[in-house]
Structures are given as structure tokens and as C-alpha cells.
């Protein structure tokens, strides 16, 4: 079946230092891939998607690249700030319909 | 539209009542998930609807869980009874296409704590 892996947290960083987050993952056929956050007390939320092999995509200054050969769509920021403490999960949308998450990444990032 | 609207918020309950969960998707979206979020398991699916039929209920844990989805803009998740085990996260997320690469949007949950 279809699943997510993604590197396990805490991750501690400090403001304007450089994010990475991987994700790979196992599917048939030509999954959707997506990263989502999730704030304290509230439900997770899209960040970015992307849908075909190559593609990057991007938000608030992350961006994560569909590589198929290595299954992988692992996050970057190239400078992070305290507001972006929250928990990540990269998803992805496989032949079953069913959303498929990994198990989150809690980022923490100090002033 | 609103988003996906969930209630309550907050539910404590004893052991052993029943507890009931509500869910209003946004509107226009054909799939329904119900998913459950604890530290220890993370994010589990515990059943989905297309078009207001379940489809894969095999993430529900055991019979004294059950869910429905009567029309297109509301269902429920219940559990009797319930039990102390069955504290967690509960949200409620609705989607377009999921086949087609739609994301799926989430509602706020419904924190539930079984004493």
C-alpha cells in the first residue's frame, strides 16, 4: 500500500538559520504530493503541492520538488522564523483516493 | 465557504457514555475522511465516503465506533460506549478530487478526552 516516511522531530533551529525536512515515499503509479502544517490547536493546513514528476512547489517561501527517480519531496526554507514553529506533514494522494500522511515533523525555531 | 466545520470543539465524557462528533465538509466536495490524530499513532484514517457512501471503513478500531453521512453536508462519528483509549484528536476533512490531485481541507477537530 501507499506510504509516507519523514524524518522524525524535533527539529530545533535557530531564526533565519536553513530548513530541511525529507520526505520520501512509496506508491503506485503517479502519486499527488503535498506538504501540510499544523499549528497548536488547529487542523492541518495545505503549505504547498505538487502534481506531476519535476514540478516544485511553493509557498511562503518553501518549496519542495516531486523527484520521481528518488521518491522523494523534501521540504526547504532557506531562512526560517519563529512563526514558522509548527508541525509538518508531507501527504500524498496515491491510486486508493485515500490521503496518506507521514507521521509529522515538529520544527522549533528560536529567536 | 467557511471551510470544513466540526463540533464541538471539546468533548469530556465519562466512561462508558456515547459521544457523538459532527461534521459539515465544504461544500461541493464529493470525499468525506475521518481521521484520528494521537502521539503515539500520529494521523489514522478511520473511514472515508464518496459522495455520502462509505467506502473503506477498515481504520474504524472496533464496533463501538460507527459513522454516517445522511447527505451531502453533514456527518457524524460516534462511539458507545467509549472508553479512556479513545481520548485523542479527531478531524474531519473534506475533499474534491482526490484522484486528481485535490488537496484535502482539514477542520479545526474535536479534542476528546474520556475520563
Known amino acids: 500500500g501507499d506510504s509516507v516516511t519523514q524524518m522524525e522531530g524535533p527539529v530545533t533551529l535557530s531564526e533565519e538559520a536553513f530548513l530541511t525536512i525529507n520526505c520520501t515515499y512509496t506508491a503506485t503509479g503517479y502519486p499527488s504530493l503535498f506538504w501540510y502544517v499544523q499549528y497548536p490547536g488547529e487542523g492541518l493546513q495545505l503549505l504547498l503541492k505538487a502534481t506531476k514528476a519535476d514540478d516544485k512547489g511553493s509557498n511562503k517561501g518553501f518549496e519542495a520538488t516531486y523527484r520521481k527517480e528518488t521518491t522523494s519531496f523534501h521540504l526547504e526554507k532557506g531562512s526560517v522564523q519563529v512563526s514558522d514553529s509548527a508541525v509538518y506533514f508531507c501527504a500524498l494522494n496515491g491510486g486508493s483516493y485515500i490521503p496518506t500522511f507521514g507521521r509529522g515533523t515538529s520544527l522549533i525555531v528560536h529567536p | 465557504d467557511a471551510g470544513v466545520i466540526q463540533s464541538p470543539r471539546h468533548e469530556v465524557t465519562e466512561m462508558g457514555q456515547e459521544v457523538t462528533l459532527r461534521c459539515k465538509p465544504i461544500?461541493?466536495?464529493?470525499?468525506l475522511f475521518w481521521y484520528r490524530q494521537t502521539m503515539m499513532r500520529g494521523l489514522e484514517l478511520l473511514i472515508y465516503?464518496?459522495?455520502?457512501?462509505?467506502?473503506?471503513d477498515s481504520g474504524m478500531p472496533e464496533d463501538r465506533f460507527s459513522a454516517k453521512m445522511p447527505n451531502a453536508s453533514f456527518s457524524t462519528l460516534k462511539i458507545q460506549p467509549s472508553e479512556p483509549r479513545d481520548s485523542a484528536v479527531y478531524f474531519c476533512?473534506?475533499?474534491?478530487?482526490?484522484?486528481?490531485?485535490?488537496?484535502?481541507?482539514f477542520g479545526q477537530g474535536t479534542r476528546l478526552t474520556v475520563v
Open positions: 461544500s461541493g466536495h464529493d470525499y
Open positions: 465516503f464518496n459522495n455520502n457512501v462509505p467506502i473503506d
Open positions: 476533512a473534506s475533499s474534491l478530487d482526490p484522484g486528481g490531485g485535490t488537496e484535502a481541507f
